[in-house]
C-alpha cells in the first residue's frame, strides 16, 4: 500500500479555507492559557494594579452600574439566545439555529466552569446584589455579553446585510462587551483577568457554534466582501409561494447573495397565487430561458412545476419551506434554505421520473405520491392553521378524526397482468419511499427505477394497524398490506373516491390510470 505525502502547506491551507477551525482552536488554546496564568498566581500583579475602585451602592454610578448588570444578566441572556434559535430554525435557517443552540450552551458550561473553580471575588460593596453570584473566574455577564454580540453580528450576518451595516453591529457589540466588563469590575465584583478570561471564553464558545454549524465565519465573510469568486453566464429563476414565507424580503437577500457570489446573473422572481399554484410561472420561466428555475414553496408547488418543466432540459432545484418538502427528503436536499441554495448553484443534475394520471378530473402529473380513500380524506380534514402550530402532527390529528373509515372495492391492473380485485380503505400509489410524516412505505422505491409503487391497505381491527406499522419499520410486505409496482397501474372502484396527488386533494373519481414518464424531469441533488 503506498502512500501519498501530505503537501507542505496543506494544513495551513486547510485552516484558511476553514478558519473557524482555527480561530476555535486558537482562542481555546489562548483561554487555557490565560486560565493557567490567573490561577497560578502569575497575573496577580495585573488585577493590583487595576484594582476596582470603591463605588458606593447608593450613589448615581453605583445604581446605574447594578441596573445595567441586571439588564445584562446572563439568564436574560441565555433566555434570548434560546428564543432566537427557535426563530432561526422556523425560518428554514437551520445551520443558524443549530450554532445559537451551542452558543446557548455555552452559559450554562461557564456556570458549571466557574463552579469548579470556585474563584473569590474582590472584596465589594455589592455582595447582596442579584448580579453577585457563582465564582469569579471567567465573569459571568461577560462571557454572556461576548457570546450575545457574536450572535448580534452572525444575525446581521445571515440576514445578508451589507458590509458597513454588518461592521456597525459588530461596533454595538464590542461597545457591550466592554460596558459590562467596565460596569462588572467599578462594582468590584470581577477582576481584571476574570474579564479577560470570560471574553477568551466567550470567542472559543462562539467560534465552536461557527464550527458546529458549519457556518462561514464572520473574518472569512469579511475577507470576501461578497465578491462572485468566478463568472458563469447563467441565470435562475425562482418560483415561490408568498404564503410560505414570513419574510420575503429576507429569502430574496439570501437568494441574490448566493447567485451573486457564483457569478450568476440576477434573478428572475416570480410568484404563485391561490389560483394558479406554480404552472404558469413555471411556464414564464421557460419562456425567458432561465438556466436554473428555483422552487421555494411546498409539495403542491413543487408538483406544479414539475409538471411543467417535465420533458425539457431546463433543472429544477428545491428550496423547502412548506411542511411536507416530501420530494426534497426523499432526494436528499437539505431543509436549511442557505444550504439548499448552495445546492441549487453548485450540485449535480439528475433525471427522475415524473408519473402522468388520468382521473374522472382530468389529467394531471406527480412526482411523490397519490392516493385514494383514506390518504386523500385525511389530506382534506388537515387543518392548514394547525400545520403552521405542530407542523406534519395536524396530519396525525386527521388521522385519528377518520380512523374507522368506509372500505370499498377496486379493481387493480397492473401493466399486462389480469385485473384483481381488492376490498380497500385505501390505494397509495408512492414515486418515491417516503411519505408524510417521514414513513418509509416503499423501501425499495426509487424516482429513478421508471415504475411506479402501488400500496392496498384494507385494515379493519387495531392489529391490522399494527401490522401496518411493523410493514413500515421492517420494509416486508404484511397480510392485509400487499404491494407492488408497475410501470402502468389503472384502478377502478366501485363509487367516487376522494384522490390527492402530492398532497393535495384533486377531488373525487371512480378512475385513476398512472404512467411513468421515465427520467422526464431533472432536479438539482446532492
Do not use: C
Not at 487555557?32 to 484594582?51: E, N, V
Not at 469548579?116 to 471575588?121: G, K
Not at 457589540?173 to 471574553?199: F, K
Not at 397492473?414 to 385505501?426: K, N, S, W
Request: no cysteine.
Amino acid at each position: 500500500m503506498s502512500t501519498t505525502p501530505t503537501p507542505r502547506g496543506s494544513l495551513a491551507r486547510r485552516l484558511w479555507t476553514s478558519p473557524e477551525i482555527s480561530l476555535t482552536l486558537g482562542s481555546t488554546i489562548l483561554f487555557a492559557l490565560w486560565t493557567w496564568l490567573t490561577l497560578s498566581g502569575r497575573l496577580t500583579w495585573l488585577d493590583r494594579l487595576l484594582r476596582p475602585p470603591f463605588l458606593p451602592p447608593r450613589s448615581v454610578r453605583g445604581q446605574v452600574a447594578e441596573a445595567f448588570s441586571l439588564l445584562t444578566h446572563p439568564v436574560f441572556t441565555l433566555i434570548l439566545i434560546a428564543a432566537v434559535a427557535v426563530f432561526s430554525y422556523k425560518a428554514r435557517m437551520r445551520r443558524l439555529s443549530l450554532a445559537l443552540a451551542v452558543a446557548a450552551a455555552g452559559l450554562p458550561a461557564q456556570a458549571v466552569l466557574a463552579f469548579m473553580i470556585d474563584r473569590p471575588r474582590p472584596h465589594t460593596a455589592f455582595a447582596d446584589s442579584i448580579s453577585h453570584f457563582g465564582g469569579a473566574y471567567p465573569a459571568s455577564h461577560v462571557t454572556a455579553m461576548t457570546i450575545l454580540a457574536w450572535v448580534l453580528v452572525t444575525l446581521t450576518r445571515a440576514h445578508r446585510r451589507s458590509t458597513s451595516i454588518v461592521a456597525r453591529w459588530a461596533g454595538v457589540g464590542v461597545a457591550a462587551v466592554v460596558l459590562t466588563a467596565v460596569a462588572q469590575w467599578t462594582m468590584a465584583l470581577i477582576h481584571i483577568s476574570d474579564a479577560v478570561g470570560a471574553v477568551l471564553l466567550g470567542v472559543a464558545v462562539a467560534n465552536l457554534a461557527l464550527t458546529i454549524g458549519g457556518m462561514t465565519t464572520i473574518l472569512s465573510g469579511w475577507a470576501h466582501l461578497g465578491l462572485p469568486e468566478g463568472s458563469a453566464d447563467k441565470r435562475a429563476a425562482v418560483i415561490l409561494n408568498p404564503t410560505k414565507f414570513d419574510d420575503l424580503s429576507l429569502l430574496r437577500r439570501r437568494v441574490e447573495a448566493e447567485v451573486l457570489a457564483a457569478g450568476w446573473h440576477p434573478t428572475t422572481w416570480l410568484e404563485t397565487t391561490p389560483e394558479d399554484p406554480g404552472h404558469e410561472a413555471a411556464r414564464r420561466a421557460l419562456e425567458a430561458g432561465v438556466d436554473l428555475v428555483m422552487v421555494a414553496g411546498g409539495d403542491g408547488t413543487v408538483r406544479a412545476v414539475s409538471s411543467e418543466l417535465a420533458g425539457t432540459d431546463t433543472p429544477m432545484a428545491l428550496l423547502p419551506s412548506g411542511t411536507g418538502n416530501l420530494l426534497a427528503r426523499n432526494l436528499g436536499v437539505p431543509l436549511d434554505t442557505d444550504a439548499a441554495l448552495r445546492l441549487a448553484l453548485n450540485g449535480r443534475s439528475q433525471a427522475i421520473d415524473v408519473v402522468h394520471a388520468v382521473s374522472d378530473a382530468g389529467q394531471e402529473r406527480f412526482v411523490v405520491m397519490a392516493g385514494m380513500g383514506l390518504d386523500a380524506q385525511i389530506m382534506e380534514d388537515t387543518s392548514d392553521d394547525l400545520k403552521k402550530v405542530i407542523r406534519s402532527g395536524a396530519y396525525a390529528v386527521a388521522a385519528v378524526q377518520n380512523a374507522v373509515p368506509d372500505p370499498f372495492t377496486i379493481t387493480v391492473t397492473v401493466d399486462d397482468a389480469e385485473p384483481v380485485e381488492h376490498q380497500a380503505v385505501m390505494a397509495l400509489l408512492g414515486n418515491v419511499g417516503t411519505i408524510t410524516g417521514g414513513m418509509t412505505l416503499f423501501h425499495d422505491a426509487s424516482p429513478t427505477d421508471a415504475q411506479v409503487d402501488l400500496l392496498i391497505a384494507s385494515p379493519d381491527k387495531a392489529t391490522d394497524w399494527a401490522k401496518l406499522g411493523a410493514q413500515v419499520l421492517t420494509g416486508r410486505d404484511m397480510s392485509g398490506f400487499p404491494t407492488t409496482s408497475g410501470h402502468h397501474i389503472l384502478i377502478e372502484a366501485e363509487r367516487e373516491i376522494p384522490f390527492e396527488l402530492d398532497g393535495d386533494t384533486a377531488g373525487s373519481t371512480r378512475r385513476l390510470e398512472v404512467e411513468v414518464e421515465a427520467g422526464a424531469l431533472h432536479v438539482v441533488v446532492p
